[in-house]
């Protein structure tokens, strides 16, 4: 007879150690999306509620977010003094959900204020956040074999994008109700109350996961010269400053889409949130193909390939405001942002030497915080002083929101940064060669249903030499 083995499967590595740690981070990843599907997805849309301007809303979704990658630094800085990674991982998971409650509370005791306390606390959400990052970034190098790094983050990334979309649809669904009753602020609280009870529960798992001693990732202030020399010209330099001004062109538009749906087109919340969670299903269904493209031929080739989409998806809101349409859009948009996001990311870890990827982490999430700062204060600039209707040449048009001609600008924008950098990128590990017109046969199948590319990379790569260190 056989006897069934009680030992759980290990999915992610040969080490039990390290493969429980790799669990646990799947989980921490779970929890982790049901705080931003129920809470921080809507921050925008509680901005609006409060009665927020363009220009607010381009500083609540670009100020946090350059502020906190300052706490980048303070997070490197600290390493160089612990010999541990986990507790600045820690003391950050904690900053970022603590910080919920002035975020539900300043606003709603002081209205008149009420947007700027908001700033302030999201300003600590993501200061609390960015904490974390490169310690948690250089704990997950160490944790997930290179040659498996795309699936695993794909597979963690996936589970987390559905899990996202499940709780924005069912904080849409609160909001709604309680809207529908005339307690819109009830809601937000209630959601909000939600995010922080999940952060808790993803820190309950970090808690659970092997640091090894002794890999502190700490702060390194590099000799300029040799900076000049080894990194400036760098694929690594390359690609930060093409991400930066990427982020850029996109946060022109992006923070204003929810302005748009809202304000605008006065949806209500639960079509405003099935528009939004549009997004997140694309990704939860395209992201482990995306993984497998990237593992087999390399992250330029997403890079390129998605790189080249992204600024059409801007340019086709002017199109039409129907909501079935809109959805389809977003769904694009999804696809084509998931790709280029794992591969950017898997880009960025194959191009930093292990000990330098702090600081250089550092700075890369730095110039792209500036990029998106600069892009979103620009296109506050033109929503709240650009008149609808456009003169050209004798030609008179007249937008049908201000907001259209907000996305034209990121359109173009983000076109002209694709033709200047793309076609320099280059791969920095060694990838098989592969003819387009073979790239065009994987492409297994297309669903009709959804509009969306499906496995791309049907086959399962065999293990290689490398898989076994793990």
């Known amino acids: 007879m056989f006897r069934r083995r009680r030992n759980t499967p290990r999915l992610f590595s040969r080490k039990p150690e390290i493969d429980r740690s790799l669990r646990h981070s799947v989980k921490d990843g779970v929890a982790y999306a049901v705080m931003t599907g129920a809470g921080e997805a809507y921050f925008s849309a509680f901005a609006i509620l409060l009665k927020a301007t363009p220009n607010q809303i381009g500083l609540l979704a670009a100020l946090p977010q350059l502020i ?8 490197a800085w600290l390493g160089q003094r612990s010999q541990r990674r986990m507790p600045v991982i820690l003391g950050g998971a904690r900053l970022q959900c603590y910080s919920w409650l002035p975020l539900m509370v300043l606003p709603l005791l002081v209205p008149e204020h009420a947007v700027t306390l908001l700033l302030l606390a999201v300003t600590l959400y993501y200061f609390g956040a ?48 309680f809207d529908q009753s005339g307690y819109a602020l009830a809601g937000f609280v209630t959601i909000f109350a939600i995010a922080m009870t999940a952060r808790l529960v993803s820190i309950h798992h970090l808690k659970q996961m092997h640091d090894p001693p002794g890999h502190t990732a700490a702060l390194e202030i590099p000799n300029w010269r040799l900076w000049k020399n080894q990194f400036l010209n760098s694929p690594f330099a390359r690609f930060s400053i093409f991400f930066a001004l990427m982020q850029f062109a996109t946060a022109i538009a992006s923070p204003f889409f929810s302005v748009y749906l809202l304000r605008d087109l006065e949806l209500s919340y639960f079509q405003f949130t099935l528009n939004m969670g549009m997004v997140i299903l694309a990704q939860f269904l395209t992201l482990n193909q995306w993984g497998r493209i990237a593992d087999a031929f390399g992250n330029r080739l997403i890079l390129v390939v998605t790189g080249s989409l992204i600024p059409v998806i801007p340019a086709l809101w002017l199109l039409s405001s129907e909501i079935w349409y809109l959805m389809l859009l977003q769904a694009l948009g999804g696809l084509v942002w998931a790709g280029f996001s794992l591969s950017a990311s898997n880009f960025i870890y194959d191009a930093l030497p292990a000990h330098k990827r702090v600081t250089l ?22 929503a709240t002083h650009v008149n609808q209707t456009i003169t050209l040449g004798g030609y008179t048009h007249e937008f049908a929101s201000v907001f259209l001609i907000v996305f034209l600008l990121s359109a173009l924008a983000r076109g002209l940064v694709a033709l200047i950098f793309l076609p320099r990128l280059k791969e920095v590990r060694y990838i098989r060669p592969m003819p387009m017109r073979e790239l065009i046969f994987r492409v297994a199948r297309f669903n009709a249903l959804w509009g969306l590319f499906f496995d791309v990379v049907g086959s399962r790569r065999k293990p290689g030499p490398g898989d076994k260190s793990d």
């Not at 906190?68 to 997070?75: E, R, Y």
């Open 68 to 75: 906190g990658s300052l706490a980048q630094l303070l997070s």
């Open 130 to 177: 960015n904490l974390s990052v490169p310690q948690w970034s250089s704990l997950m190098g160490d944790l997930v074999h290179k040659r498996r790094r795309g699936r695993y983050f794909a597979y963690r990334t996936r589970l987390a994008s559905i899990t996202s979309f499940v709780a924005m649809i069912g904080a849409g669904l609160v909001l709604h109700l």
């Open 361 to 382: 982490m550092a700075l890369h999430n730095t110039l792209a915080n500036i990029g998106l700062f600069v892009g979103a204060v620009i296109g506050g600039f033109v």
